[in-house]
């Protein structure tokens, strides 16, 4: 099993950051590429970001390219979502979650098999 813990949520003005982040424990030696997903009310969980076991590649959601960075140490097996410039429609549950280790890399969250709890970014205008 493997355990993810996010962070790091909160409330924020329109242009404002937030940083997340995931901790991950248990069998961690068993995953592979960890990825963001994010959850309005309403709507279908979201493909944010994904990144590499090694974080040697990356890759986002068009909504989110180019303000939002997602980087991981493996030292202490924690991921991290850095946003910038955030708009109101970035408002959302906030999810990590980790695909086994060997699968290809994948924007599906089908395709992700250990998931955290969620934390809830807002983004007021």
């Known amino acids: 099993q493997v355990q993810l813990v996010e962070s790091g949520g909160g409330s924020v003005q329109a242009g404002g950051s937030l940083r997340l982040s995931c901790a991950a424990s248990?069998?961690?030696?068993?995953?592979?590429?960890m990825g963001w997903f994010r959850q309005a009310p309403g709507k279908d969980r979201e493909f944010v970001a994904r990144?590499?076991?090694?974080?040697?590649?990356?890759r986002y959601g068009d909504s989110v390219k180019g303000r939002f960075t997602i980087s991981r140490n493996n030292a202490d097996n924690t991921v991290y979502l850095q946003m910038n410039s955030l708009k109101p429609e970035d408002t959302a549950i906030y999810y990590c979650?980790?695909?086994?280790?060997?699968?290809?890399?994948?924007?599906?969250?089908?395709?992700?098999?250990?998931w955290g709890q969620g934390t809830q970014v807002t983004v007021s205008s």
């Open positions: 979650a980790t695909q086994p280790s060997g699968y290809s890399s994948s924007d599906s969250p089908r395709d992700y098999t250990y």
């Open positions: 990144i590499s076991r090694s974080g040697g590649s990356t």
């Open positions: 248990g069998r961690t030696f068993s995953t592979g590429g």
